[in-house]
């Protein structure tokens, strides 16, 4: 699932500019658990430690980097490190649906976007 949490990142970051490509790992996971998991039903991040795993994906990629290692988990730091490496990985999850025709890719995109468009009203 690493892939589509990249790509809630970049649509966050999209959506919501003034983050500047940062968010602590306490905001995202209320983002992923109180409005895609639990509002838009998105699955196989079930836990936030399923969530850490994967931006440990991405910050081994060079992705994103991890900052403040040694304070409580809600408390460290997530940031874009390579927005080209992103921009990669998006086009990558954005061809999934066409590629492979599994639409259920699409419909996470979909579900996706939609949380994290909600979100964005809200905020």
Do not use: C, H
Not at 58 to 73: C, D, M, N, Q
Not at 91 to 104: C, F
């Amino acid at each position: 699932m690493w892939p589509y949490i990249a790509y809630s990142l970049w649509k966050l970051f999209e959506t919501q500019p003034q983050r500047k490509g940062k968010i602590s790992f306490g905001e995202l996971r209320k983002i992923f658990f109180d409005i895609l998991f639990r509002e838009q039903k998105i699955v196989g991040i079930e836990k936030p430690a399923d969530l850490y795993v994967g931006l440990l994906y991405l910050e081994i990629l060079e992705v994103i980097r991890i900052s403040g290692k040694t304070k409580e988990l809600d408390e460290r730091k997530i940031r874009i490190e390579d927005e080209k490496k992103l921009s990669e990985i998006i086009e990558k999850v954005e061809e999934l649906p066409r590629v492979t025709g599994i639409e259920s890719f699409e419909e996470y995109k979909q579900r996706i976007n939609k949380g994290i468009e909600n979100l964005s009203r809200l905020t």
